[in-house]
T-cell receptor
């Protein structure tokens, strides 16, 4: 079975640009969460989606947005990139609210 | 305000030794406490988890000890192996609350052969 897949694996962007990160959950999983992991720190919660609706939002600015599609895949968008947005962005999926999450390998974003 | 505090930041253990990582939390509403293992270039992988209705859970060489009154929990890795060298994160969440996890800052474990 395929795990949580994220694309791209790495990308480099310039300050002020916009980026879109993609996530495909495990088949049958309806919930997707996004986390930001800055080097040397633990992951920080950004968003959670279940059945295409936003169910939770972390303490991130409005430059961060996300959506979930009918096939339960998800996109994370970040506008007006700052150097501080450089991080590993992790997507995690779960069947529903009563099950644990499986993380993908992440997208390494570098803002220069 | 950090909801979950983890220590130590790094740990060096000889092969066959016991690795101990500690975490403390603030929010008494937390009722699910997982530990994740992360290798370089990979996402965190669930290692073991505990609910507050038990004080200890063991899976193979990995044991979680939980102290509800002290709001602390710890991971013990028995007979540590070089393959256990990774970064370990504790986390806490409210079960059923779409599992929004609060992670600790991580412990980098190095098991010497």
């Amino acid at each position: 079975d395929a795990g949580v897949t994220q694309s791209p694996t790495h990308l480099i962007k310039t300050r002020g640009q916009q980026v879109t990160l993609r996530c495909s959950p495990i088949s049958g999983h309806k919930s997707v969460s996004w986390y930001q992991q800055v080097l040397g720190q633990g992951p920080q919660f950004i968003f959670q989606y279940y059945e295409k609706e936003e169910r939770g939002r972390g303490n991130f600015p409005d430059r961060f947005s996300a959506r979930q599609f009918p096939n339960y895949s998800s996109e994370l968008n970040v506008n007006a990139l700052l150097l501080g947005d450089s991080a590993l962005y992790l997507c995690a999926s779960s069947q529903d609210r009563d099950h644990g999450y499986t993380f993908g390998s992440g997208t390494r974003l570098t803002v220069v | 305000q950090q909801q979950v505090k983890q220590s130590p930041q790094s740990l060096i253990v000889q092969k066959g030794g016991i690795s101990i990582i500690n975490c403390a939390y603030e929010n008494t509403a937390f009722d699910y406490f997982p530990w994740y293992q992360q290798f370089p270039g990979k996402g965190p992988a669930l290692l073991i988890a505990i609910r507050p209705d038990v004080s200890e859970k063991k899976e193979g060489r990995f044991t979680i000890s939980f102290n509800k009154s002290a709001k602390q929990f710890s991971l013990h890795i028995m007979d540590s192996q070089p393959g256990d060298s990774a970064t370990y994160f504790c986390a806490a969440s409210i079960w059923g609350n779409f599992n929004k996890f609060y992670f600790g800052s991580g412990t980098k474990l190095n098991v010497k052969p």
